[in-house]
């Protein structure tokens, strides 16, 4: 996505929020300046660079960690058939339970602390990239293999030239959509069971019926997760496939 149209599409968005807010004149629909104006002051005055940090820190760990384990156990899944077959009922059991269930028991079993929050996040997306990973092995051409066979590529060589670049475009789609959904993970995560973070605050500004902060709290940490989306995935898609664009 083109970063002009993407401010453009945005702008349009907020001028279509403030005309809302100025026909609702209600302060259940706070106007963007007034949040804005919040996130400014609490960024100065309050904890908002604080909550921020942590639920950003909550988010990198749990991501990094579900993308390790679930590429893994991809992997394995999509190479072995036996494996696969065996281990699917488990993948979608997990799948299919919903987050608020996997994090209450995080909490039950590990306790209230740092480590259940992150793996209670990590363990809600390591079957989507499981899954994901899976589908790309199961895609590999396999004349490249057959080819890789022919003229004895070492296993690194083999990795490198025949494997990462057809799984790449796998990795970062569950990158991207991994992203989204443990960001919004890790504030429920928050929500039920930490003493900071996003979540924490939105939980405690919800108690006050402060739907400015609320908002402001949403839109601060959505702003964090755009631009890791432009200044870290975008350019690692683009990378991913530059050879698509060389051959074409």
């Not at 940090?53 to 909550?58: K, N, V």
């Amino acid at each position: 996505m083109r970063l002009p149209r993407f401010a453009a599409s945005l702008a349009v968005l907020v001028i279509l929020w403030g005309i809302a807010a100025a026909a609702v004149h209600s302060s259940t629909l706070p106007s963007p300046a007034s949040v804005f104006l919040f996130i400014v002051q609490d960024c100065l005055h309050g904890d908002m660079l604080v909550n921020l940090g942590m639920t950003l820190w909550r988010v990198v760990a749990s991501f990094v960690l579900a993308m390790a384990v679930g590429s893994a156990i991809g992997l394995v899944l999509g190479r072995g058939r036996f494996l696969d077959e065996a281990f699917s009922p488990w993948m979608l059991t997990l799948l299919n339970t919903p987050a608020l269930v996997i994090t209450a028991l995080c909490y039950i079993w590990l306790g209230l602390n740092e480590f259940a929050a992150i793996f209670a996040v990590a363990l809600n997306k390591i079957p989507n990239v499981a899954v994901l990973l899976r589908e790309g092995v199961r895609s590999f051409d396999p004349a490249l293999d057959d080819m890789s066979k022919v003229y004895r590529f070492s296993a690194w060589k083999r990795l490198r030239h025949i494997f990462i670049p057809q799984l790449m475009p796998f990795l970062i789609g569950a990158a991207r959509s991994g992203l989204a959904l443990v960001w919004k993970i890790v504030l429920v995560v928050e929500l039920l069971g930490r003493p900071n973070g996003v979540g924490y605050a939105i939980a405690y500004y919800f108690q006050l019926f402060d739907v400015r902060a609320v908002l402001g709290y949403s839109v601060a940490f959505s702003l964090v997760m755009l631009a890791i989306e432009f200044v870290v995935l975008q350019p690692l898609d683009q990378y991913a496939r530059r050879w698509r664009t060389a051959a074409s």
